[in-house]
């Protein structure tokens, strides 16, 4: 039971979420000189697993607050992943990003938020009445699992684009484990 109501809902978000997103994000990562990504608590998991991916995919990924992370530059793109567009370390990331000239792009649940008015791109996943409290998925589960879903077809979609093979995405794996 609890698995169709997360599975039922999760898919009634990805319905509401525009069709056209995976190709352009795609367009932004293959456009960027280096990708930086940020999220807190729960979407920061989800922002390092779409790193880990991209990085298997051959893009040059950072994940913002890591001791190993540059400092971002002109050229460069941070993804945000916010579901309010309000979270203040991520405000605090994108507005010295966009200082220094990145682009950004938001992943969030809402049009308009503080965030969205510093971001280039805005990624709106579902529409926000599909947001409401959901029982057995508190506290933002609905979007985090959505965004994940969401980044990970747009992962699916670039390995389709570009052809690239799944052997070739495992010499990138860690092979210290």
């Given amino acids: 039971m609890h698995q169709k ?11 509401a979420t525009d069709a056209g997103y995976d190709a352009k994000l795609t367009a932004m990562l293959d456009q960027a000189s280096r990708i930086f990504v ?4 729960r979407s920061g998991l989800v922002a390092k697993f779409f790193a880990m991916r991209l990085m298997h995919g051959g893009y040059d990924v950072f994940v913002v607050g890591e001791i190993v992370t540059p400092s971002i530059r002109k050229g460069d793109l941070l993804i945000v992943i916010s579901g309010s567009g309000e979270t203040e370390t991520m405000l605090a990331f994108t507005k010295k990003a966009k200082e220094q000239g990145a682009s950004i792009a938001l992943i969030s649940t809402r049009d308009s938020s503080s965030l969205g008015d510093l971001a280039d791109t805005l990624f709106r996943i579902g529409s926000p009445e599909l947001f409401g409290k959901v029982v057995g998925m508190p506290m933002g ?7 994940l879903l969401f980044l990970e077809a747009t992962i699916s979609h670039i390995i389709h684009e570009k052809g690239i093979p799944e052997e070739e995405m495992r010499t990138r794996h860690a092979n210290l484990e």
């Fill in 141 to 147: 589960t609905v979007f985090e699992l959505s965004t």
């Fill in 38 to 41: 940020a999220g807190a608590g």
């Fill in 5 to 15: 109501l997360i599975i039922d809902k999760i898919s009634s978000i990805l319905a």
